[in-house]
């Protein structure tokens, strides 16, 4: 068997309550677990060799929603799953977390944003999982066996837990604006050095638009929130016939892109002033 | 704050399944074992399925004796499919394999030593009219050359004087004619050890020992040794599974496995066919000793003399 039959449903299930929760507290997710009473997610007369087998592809599957491009709420949900799993499985001696050495400078990473934004409860939960000895530093993330598929398995994440990938955004990120400020900025003054008057260009030299950069900002803005609203309608489209609100999910959207729109508009707001330091 | 809310506050019977359970993988578990107790009588684990187990786990938390021995943080722990040189029919879709565990640190002659082949124990010669005197010597003892094949480089045994290097013609083959195949190089296998190495996880490579008999050689993993892991060097290239083999049993006892093969044999209803030994001398040969009818014997080592 290649995969746990019905594993996939119900983690994409508990996950999916826990990001409608629009927390990433581990109380909030110790009630959703203890609800869906998923410890017993190991019971039923299974001998000793197929129980081995069984918590490591469940380890395995909750592995991959702990990693990217998943969306930061999943991922603290994940690492709670994992927490959860580890140790109410019913292996002795327990089944390992394998973790791939590529991914772990992003799960450093992800840890010190958890200390940074002071999610405590998901940093100690991951400092307890690496003291227990929970992982197995592997090369490849899955452990490769050979047996025929008769068909080949496309993995279908959910397009909720992702994050809006934003292809614009990641192009045009925060670094790239502050070079091309700078080389802007650099431009104008060699333009000023060498032209007659020292205080500004040349008329013969203006062959770009002075503002350029700031009008790319701009239109990388109108861009991301045209996303947003996209998004917004895709999810609103989707669960028409649902009655619960979907407020959560648009605060969740809005919190994330408005931390890109921060930094946005701190760029925009130096770039300002070197305007008019320059002109 | 962090209470350890650890939701298993009840103390349940983990065999029986919840009937209310909203967990989708426990109703299809469930509907399973209930088809299970109607077509099954008896619930158990067959003797290749404890072997099978206690392969994988005799060896966990092991400790050396000896400090000296003991695998030290940071060593690596490869697992290699070796796959079995057997061509039956019914293996077409997946071929059977062993799976050895192997440390970092270890030599490639430790791996070839460990790597127990069928062909390693045949004993050549035909011994129809002199079957008391088969040999002692097995072909492990008389062709000892072998190679590995990782990367584009032939690693050769030269630790006796009597082994040759088995790659030396297929290099020759390879540069004779523009055939893209690169540079091929030859070393000798007891100077490298897997650390050496550089593999790729997933592709296939070659172990070639008695001139003709091929195993490909697999690594399905690479990771770091742990803490619950066996960590007395003494116990490495550790076998953690083994397809079982069925033995062939003697064709007239139905009992013993079979140490003779004949062919040709005017006496035997089949070609060939075999036997154990008391069989083979109580069939072949009268009280005296003497050959009677006409065949031919070779000593047959079975397939699953491992098991």
């Not at chain 1, 580890?86 to 400078?105: E, F, G, H, S, V």
């Amino acid at each position: 068997m290649s995969s746990v039959p019905g594993l996939q449903a119900d983690c994409e299930e508990l996950l999916g309550a826990f990001q409608e929760a629009d927390t990433v507290r581990f109380e909030r997710f110790a009630e959703l677990w203890r609800e869906r009473r998923f410890h017993t997610i190991f019971y039923g007369r299974i001998r000793a060799l197929e129980r081995n087998k069984l918590t490591k592809k469940t380890l395995e599957l909750a592995q991959q929603y702990f990693l990217p491009p998943y969306a930061f709420q999943i991922r603290v949900g994940a690492l709670y799953l994992l927490y959860g799993l580890y140790n109410t499985q019913l292996c002795q001696p327990k089944q390992k977390i394998r973790i791939a050495l590529k991914d772990w400078p992003e799960i450093q990473r992800f840890q010190q944003d958890l200390i940074d934004s002071q999610h405590y409860d998901a940093a100690y939960i991951f400092r307890t999982l690496r003291l227990a000895r929970a992982f197995h530093f592997t090369a490849m993330p899955k452990l490769l066996n050979y047996r025929t598929r008769k068909k080949i398995q496309e993995n279908e994440f959910k397009e909720e837990f992702k994050d809006p990938s934003n292809r614009v955004n990641s192009l045009i990120t925060n670094d790239v604006l502050e070079e091309l400020m700078n080389i802007h900025d650099h431009y104008q003054k060699m333009k000023c050095v060498i032209s007659a008057d020292r205080s500004q260009p040349d008329k013969a030299l203006s062959l770009i638009k002075d503002d350029f950069v700031v009008t790319l900002k701009n239109i990388t803005l109108e861009h991301q929130e045209w996303q947003q609203n996209r998004m917004k309608l895709f999810l609103n489209a989707k669960e028409t016939d649902e009655a619960s609100n979907k407020k959560e999910e648009e605060t969740l959207l809005e919190s994330e892109g408005s931390e890109r729109a921060n930094a946005l508009a701190r760029i925009k707001y130096r770039s300002y002033s070197a305007v008019v330091e320059v002109s | 704050s962090i209470d350890v809310l650890m939701p298993s506050d009840k103390e349940k019977d983990p065999d029986v399944i919840p009937g209310d359970s909203s967990l989708l993988t426990l109703r299809i578990r469930k509907k399973a074992l209930e088809r299970r107790e109607e077509t099954i009588i008896v619930d158990r684990a067959c003797r290749q399925e404890t072997l099978a187990y206690e392969m994988e786990s005799h060896a966990i938390g092991k400790r050396p004796d000896n400090p000296t021995d003991l695998v030290e943080e940071g060593e690596l722990l490869l697992t290699l499919n070796i796959f079995y040189p057997v061509i039956f029919q019914k293996h077409k879709d997946h071929k059977p394999y062993q799976t050895v565990l192997v440390l970092g640190s270890q030599k490639l002659t430790e791996l070839r030593d460990s790597i127990s082949c069928v062909s390693d124990l045949q004993i050549g010669g035909e011994f129809s009219s002199q079957p008391d005197q088969a040999p002692e010597h097995i072909s492990k003892d008389l062709y000892k050359s072998a190679f590995f094949y990782f990367e584009g480089i032939f690693y050769n045994d030269k630790r006796y004087p009597e082994c040759r290097d088995l790659s030396r013609t297929i290099i020759e083959w390879s540069e004779s004619h523009d055939r893209g195949y690169g540079n091929l190089q030859s070393v000798k296998m007891e100077d490298y050890t897997f650390n050496d190495l550089s593999l790729k996880i997933g592709f296939p490579y070659l172990f070639c020992h008695q001139g003709n008999c091929e195993h490909i050689i697999i690594i399905t993993d690479i990771r770091l040794i742990h803490h619950d892991d066996c960590l007395d060097r003494n116990l490495y290239p550790l076998l953690t599974k083994k397809h079982w083999l069925c033995t062939r049993k003697c064709f007239v006892c139905k009992m013993y496995t079979a140490r003779w093969v004949t062919n040709k044999d005017s006496l035997a209803p089949e070609d060939p066919c075999f036997f154990c030994d008391v069989c083979f001398r109580m069939l072949h040969y009268d009280a005296e000793g003497n050959k009677l009818g006409e065949f031919l014997a070779y000593p047959y080592v079975d397939p699953g003399i491992f098991n």
